[in-house]
């Protein structure tokens, strides 16, 4: 049964006029689309970029009961894109700040906090308790599986995310639509998937595709046509533009298929976008923390050493240490610029994929930054480095190889 058609237990009072004024004045809405949304219950998983927007504004519109849940607290970072924080909330669980910022706002609807982590063994009870769920997760496990719960329980799932400049938004499992996994039946791999911490964002693009997400959730829940069925809307900031590509049910999906394999939900840990990499994969000698490093710097002892920082320009060019040398390993071309004796203008030198190094950087020893692992030329060799610390690197003639292993993802 949808949203827009259960019983009613609710009913538009006095205040609710004054409150809903703007909307109950639109046709498409009116009394009874109001009374549809007093009555409708929603859960949001994820209380960050996209679940700020979401939360306010379904919390403005008069939404009856919600659910935000989420297992993070608040972090200075959040602040850029996570409105529905505040800096005098910073280590507060994020469902408590969002629940304090949806009452203050409106405190006719009921709005409950849920400070844990959707899983396998909780999603069936959680999500059967409402009526539209919405994905504003940044965890590819969570989405499949808030997927296969929705498609189970017949669950309309309103889901979206945002990265860098981009954004996408789709309505799955909704009057015969598509679910999750028709369009992407496996979770990728873990190098394929990228992150916010990883790639950034612009702090507005979350706010802009979790506003399409609340618009989405309002008209499923008054009653109204849902938009995003059957196709999946791409935004692109730069542009100010969408594209829309239409999906279609596929005949092999394991959830919703004719032939369907999915009986019950199985936690799964795909280890993405935010497993770090092992940070003990080389012998404690070959390493060399930050308070040694200083400690040759202070007593004279590295003008022999090279300080590569291989994190991308713009990461460089925020923060370096001194005398660090900007160094990308998967560039096509490698860029070589130093934070120290650079004349204005200096563009740095740049070299081929394949070297030998110039001559003017050879060095017996190379200390190498930050978390990642990257096989590399010589002189340099395979390359492990970390995030807790500098690895110390013989990079002359008689260099001794590091184990060519890849333990993992960068964070």
């Known amino acids: 049964m949808s949203p827009a058609t259960t019983k009613a237990v609710k009913t538009l009072e ?8 703007r909307q109950l004045v639109l046709p498409e809405i009116g009394p009874t689309g109001q009374r549809n949304l007093l009555n409708s219950s929603v859960l949001i998983v994820g209380a ?7 939360a306010l504004y379904l ?6 009961r919600m659910g935000i849940m989420d297992d993070d607290v608040v972090e200075l970072s959040n602040l850029q894109r996570q409105v529905i924080h505040s800096m005098e909330r910073l280590g507060m669980p994020k469902t408590d700040s969002a629940v304090k910022s949806c009452r203050l706002l409106n405190d006719r609807i009921r709005c409950d906090g849920m400070n844990e982590r959707l899983t396998a063994t909780n999603a069936m009870a959680i999500i059967s308790d409402y009526d ?10 969570t989405r499949y599986l808030l997927n296969d719960a929705c498609v189970l329980l017949s669950k309309p799932l309103v889901a979206a995310s945002a990265v860098r400049l981009d954004g996408q938004i789709s309505t799955y499992n909704h009057q015969g639509s598509p679910c999750y996994r028709c369009v992407f039946p496996n979770a990728p791999v873990a190098d394929a998937v990228t992150s916010c911490a990883e790639s950034g964002v612009l702090g507005v693009v979350p706010g802009i595709i979790g506003c399409l997400q609340a618009l989405e959730v309002t008209k499923i829940a008054a009653g109204l046509p849902a938009s995003y069925t059957g196709k999946l809307v791409l935004f692109d900031a730069m542009s100010a533009s969408f ?30 976008a935010r497993t770090p990499l092992a940070t003990h994969v080389l012998d404690p ?47 096509p071309s490698l860029s070589v610029r130093t934070t120290s004796q650079s004349p204005p203008g200096d563009e740095g030198l740049l070299l081929p ?41 013989d990079a002359g003639p008689g260099a001794s190889r590091v184990p060519n292993t890849n333990d993992g993802a960068m964070t």
């Open 243 to 272: 594209q829309n590509i239409k999906i279609s049910k596929s005949e092999a999906c394991i959830a919703c298929g004719p032939e369907a394999t999915l009986r019950e939900l199985i936690d799964t840990d795909s280890s993405c």
């Open 132 to 141: 539209i769920i919405v994905d504003a997760t940044d965890s590819v496990d």
């Open 48 to 54: 960050g970029g996209l679940g700020s927007p979401i």
């Open 14 to 21: 006095s205040a609710d006029t004054s409150r809903y004024g």
């Open 59 to 64: 919390a403005g519109v008069g939404i009856g």
């Open 353 to 393: 994929t394949v070297f030998p190094i110039a001559p003017t950087l050879a060095a017996p020893l190379a200390l190498v930054l930050p978390a990642a692992f990257a096989p590399v030329s010589p002189p340099f060799r395979n390359v492990c480095f970390s995030e807790i610390g500098f690895q110390l690197l």
């Open 285 to 331: 000698s070959q390493r060399l923390s930050c308070q040694e490093y200083a400690d040759l710097k202070s007593v004279g002892e590295s003008d022999d050493v090279i300080l590569i920082d291989t994190r991308p320009p713009i990461e460089f060019e925020i923060c370096a240490l001194p005398d660090a040398i900007s160094f990308m390993l998967n560039s």
